[in-house]
């Protein structure tokens, strides 16, 4: 059977288009997870911003916030990040409000729920440097420093006026790891702005860095 010339034209027009459509969904498929992505970034970047009443509290061994939108928060996005457990790890050693709020069993209870949080959000897999460096501060650098010189007050406190050469020796090695920390958070940010073609990072962000380092350097010296 013999086709004709314009039959044989649209045949070759189609056959053409293939790969054109192919590279279309390919590329509307990649751009959808891409935006799923970036959505599942932001869901972790407001459950980390209702946790941060709380690990400002655990950081000044100040009475615990109310818990409402923590929870509610926790409530919505658990079970697509996966840290129901480790959420309710937390609540059920949570000082309740009004009341002190720093231990070690509750701060690293915290501290395990703000990695997961991470991990389940994407957010430590963000693929852009900048981006990724603004997280390293996020979900790893700022809540160390913030344990840290919280364990590091509770040190000096316990060990009072008169502490024994032991406690000395825990005290200086838990300063040095606060104020490795707090440099931490100084090489991920200048990583984070190096990183930054439009100097957004830097912006936005270099006074609340300079601010929140002074604030750790601060605190060493009157430790």
Do not use: C, H, W
């Given at each position: 059977m013999k086709l004709s010339i314009r039959l044989r034209l649209a045949a070759v027009v189609l056959l053409s288009l293939?790969?054109?459509?192919l590279l279309g969904h390919l590329f509307v498929s990649q751009s959808q997870?891409?935006?799923?992505?970036a959505f599942k970034?932001?869901?972790?970047?407001?459950?980390?911003?209702?946790i941060a009443p709380d690990m400002?509290?655990?950081?000044?061994?100040?009475?615990m916030p109310a818990s409402k939108e923590f929870a509610q928060v926790g409530e919505m996005l658990d079970p697509?990040?996966?840290?129901?457990?480790?959420?309710e790890a937390y609540f059920a050693i949570r000082p309740g409000s009004n009341e002190p709020a720093y231990s070690s069993a509750v701060s690293t209870a915290l501290l395990s729920l703000v990695a997961k949080i991470g991990d389940g959000s994407n957010l430590i897999l963000d693929p852009d440097l900048d981006s990724y460096?603004?997280?390293?501060?996020?979900?790893?650098?700022l809540p160390g420093v913030l344990d840290a010189g919280a364990a590091l007050l509770d040190r000096v406190v316990r060990a009072g006026r008169s502490p024994t050469q032991?406690?000395?020796?825990?005290?200086?090695a838990s300063a040095g790891t606060f104020s490795g920390l707090a440099t931490g958070v100084q090489s991920s940010f200048a990583s984070a702005v190096a990183g930054n073609v439009d100097g957004l990072v830097d912006r936005n962000l270099r006074e609340h860095v300079e601010k929140a380092v002074s604030s750790a350097e601060a605190f060493s010296r009157a430790i």
């Open positions: 293939l790969p054109v459509l997870k891409e935006i799923n992505f970034e932001l869901k972790g970047t407001t459950y980390l911003d209702a400002r509290a655990l950081a000044a061994s100040a009475p697509e990040i996966g840290s129901g457990p480790l959420s460096y603004v997280m390293d501060i996020q979900v790893i650098k032991d406690e000395r020796i825990a005290i200086l």
